[in-house]
């Protein structure tokens, strides 16, 4: 194979030389002879966008940084995917499109040097003005999709679409492995439209306070294995997308067949995400041997009524969660209340079941244990018209912070829907749901409470330090409920399950019907 060191092209690796033609000069000239490795030795080498190139290694040698400018007109309008929506934006700092054999490797670091991005989100957060030739350039590209669809983008009107620091879009036979991506501008790793992704021992690092500094998104992606991999950053670490609302289902690909083992998370909004992107739909994706610690979810699944399309067939298995605000989560409201001031959105009533009605379906959840949790041990929230269906949690043990001073909050996101410090799961719309040898134990208030929901089995559900008149169970308009297992026929009924009578239907209580 063909081997073009960056040095031989003129490359300096003193932190103050302009790299990018060197670069480019080596690119070029690999994928002229068909392909090899493009070498980056020891060294900070400062340097614009790069675009790979089909065939290529980019190794990055340890003790070598790629450091990439902050000057924005150095990044010139690209075709992008940028939060769910096709358009234009600013060029990736790495950036494919259309590329086939394409691997990044080796124990060096690619710092996409993003606090100069950070500052102008912030100021465009604060409602003031930002305006460039760039923008202006991007606008006037992004011209012919000012519709509504785009129009709901939050930067539409600045048109400063910052870009991630590495994207690859249409791609065949990625491989990510061993380096460290570190300060994006935007999302941290973004891959788009790609199949047969090998994801392999990679740092994705971002600052806690990073706008949107997700670490690793997988976007309308089929056939990705991500294991042995390091999170640590300032939104999610780790995230199954597949566009959004009326974009995302006219493009219509979902993200699927996606393995992810092996890994750590270290501190994020949560440990892996599955949407709220998710109008191409996502199915067909197992977690298995990962931590979380410090993440503010652990496993969450994020949708809503504009969303439509599915998220199904997903295998949990495996996973050790500390200091984390609500393990487990569910939300088919994200960022929307539940009270009844907008029809459409912010309805607690079932309404039409249309292409904007997302589905959750099918989620296994097996061998968990999660410590000193701060909010919620879990929540599960489906729509009225659209409950979750068929959730199973196997042999979990989940254990609430005993800190007093711990507040509690928004357990995911849904407005007005708050919980106590330290409470134990919560459910409404909830169809299927079997709860096998989990064990909650609470700060304060009950293991399970539970609202509008059908078809519930409880097996071996307990929890050993129960709160003075606090139950074990509530109900509230739940029907076809089968409880059973040693706590339960141990326990005085009333010290175990609290259910209204009235509202409650087909209630079997170890054996006996109630």
């Keep these: 194979m063909s081997f073009f060191n960056i040095i031989d092209y003129g490359a300096k690796g003193d932190r103050a030389s302009d790299n990018?033609?060197?670069?480019?000069?080596?690119?070029?000239?690999?994928?002229?002879?068909?392909?090899?490795?493009?070498?980056?030795?020891?060294?900070?080498?400062?340097?614009?966008p790069i675009t790979l190139r089909s065939h290529i290694t980019l190794f990055i040698e340890a003790g070598a940084k790629l450091?990439?400018?902050?000057?924005?007109?150095?990044?010139?309008?690209?075709?992008?995917?940028?939060?769910?929506?096709?358009?234009?934006?600013?060029?990736?700092?790495?950036?494919?499109?259309?590329?086939?054999?394409?691997?990044?490797?080796?124990?060096?670091?690619?710092?996409?040097?993003?606090?100069?991005?950070?500052?102008?989100?912030?100021?465009?957060?604060?409602?003031e003005k930002y305006v460039s030739e760039r923008t202006k350039e991007i606008a006037e590209l992004n011209r012919s999709l000012t519709d509504s669809v785009h129009n709901n983008?939050?930067?539409?009107?600045?048109?400063?679409?910052?870009?991630?620091?590495?994207?690859?879009?249409?791609?065949?036979?990625?491989?990510?492995?061993?380096?460290?991506?570190?300060?994006?501008?935007?999302?941290?790793t973004h891959l788009v439209y790609c199949d047969n992704v090998n994801v392999h021992g990679v740092n994705f690092k971002n600052p806690s306070n990073t706008p949107n500094g997700d670490g690793f998104d997988i976007d309308s992606c089929s056939n990705v294995r991500v294991s042995d991999c390091h999170f640590d950053v300032g939104d999610d670490c780790l995230c199954l997308k597949s566009g959004i609302n009326e974009d995302g289902r006219r493009v219509g690909r979902p993200t699927e067949n996606i393995t992810i083992t092996n890994c750590t998370m270290l501190h994020g909004h949560g440990g892996v995400v599955f949407g709220s992107e998710n109008s191409g739909g996502i199915q067909n994706v197992t977690v298995s041997n990962c931590v979380f610690i410090?993440?503010?979810?652990?496993?969450?699944?994020?949708?809503?009524?504009?969303?439509?399309?599915?998220?199904?067939?997903?295998?949990?298995?495996?996973?050790?969660?500390?200091?984390?605000?609500?393990?487990?989560?569910?939300?088919?409201?994200?960022?929307?209340?539940?009270?009844?001031?907008?029809?459409?959105?912010?309805?607690?009533?079932a309404?039409?079941?249309?292409?904007?009605?997302?589905?959750?379906?099918?989620?296994?959840?097996?061998?968990?244990?999660?410590?000193?949790?701060?909010?919620?041990?879990?929540?599960?929230?489906?729509?009225?018209?659209m409950p979750v269906?068929?959730?199973?949690?196997?042999?979990?043990?989940?254990?609430?912070?005993?800190?007093?001073?711990?507040?509690?909050?928004?357990?995911?996101?849904?407005?007005?829907k708050k919980v106590m410090a330290g409470a134990g799961i919560y459910g409404k719309h909830i169809q299927d749901l079997v709860l096998d040898h989990v064990r909650v134990e609470t700060r304060q208030g009950e293991a399970l409470v539970l609202e509008q929901s059908s078809q519930i089995e409880l097996n071996h559900f307990s929890m050993k330090n129960k709160h003075d008149q606090t139950s074990v169970v509530s109900l509230n308009h739940v029907h076809d409920i089968y409880i059973d297992g040693k706590d339960a026929l141990c326990a005085e009924k009333a010290d175990y399950l609290q259910y209204d009578a009235n509202t409650c239907k087909q209630l079997i209580y170890c054996g006996e019907k109630l």
Excluded at 32 to 37: Q, R, V, W
């Design 20 to 48: 990018t033609e060197a670069i480019a000069a080596a690119l070029e000239d690999c994928s002229s002879m068909g392909g090899g490795t493009v070498y980056i030795p020891a060294g900070t080498f400062l340097t614009g």
């Design 294 to 349: 410090g993440t503010d979810r652990g496993i969450r699944i994020k949708t809503n009524r504009a969303r439509g399309s599915y998220i199904q067939n997903i295998l949990v298995n495996n996973i050790y969660m500390e200091d984390v605000f609500c393990p487990f989560a569910i939300n088919s409201f994200y960022r929307h209340g539940v009270d009844d001031r907008d029809p459409n959105m912010n309805n607690p009533n």
């Design 153 to 188: 983008i939050v930067e539409w009107e600045s048109q400063f679409f910052r870009p991630p620091l590495l994207q690859l879009m249409h791609c065949e036979q990625v491989t990510l492995e061993g380096v460290t991506l570190q300060n994006s501008p935007f999302w941290n």
């Design 351 to 385: 309404i039409e079941v249309t292409e904007k009605t997302p589905r959750i379906k099918h989620i296994q959840v097996k061998n968990v244990t999660a410590k000193k949790c701060r909010a919620a041990a879990g929540f599960i929230y489906g729509l009225p018209e």
């Design 389 to 416: 269906e068929e959730v199973t949690l196997s042999h979990v043990n989940i254990e609430m912070t005993k800190d007093p001073n711990e507040v509690g909050g928004e357990p995911d996101m849904v407005k007005e």
């Design 67 to 127: 450091l990439f400018k902050d000057d924005f007109n150095q990044y010139p309008p690209v075709k992008t995917r940028w939060s769910g929506y096709e358009c234009y934006g600013y060029h990736p700092l790495i950036y494919g499109y259309g590329l086939t054999n394409v691997t990044i490797k080796g124990g060096g670091i690619i710092d996409g040097q993003g606090e100069a991005w950070w500052k102008v989100n912030r100021k465009l957060r604060k409602k």
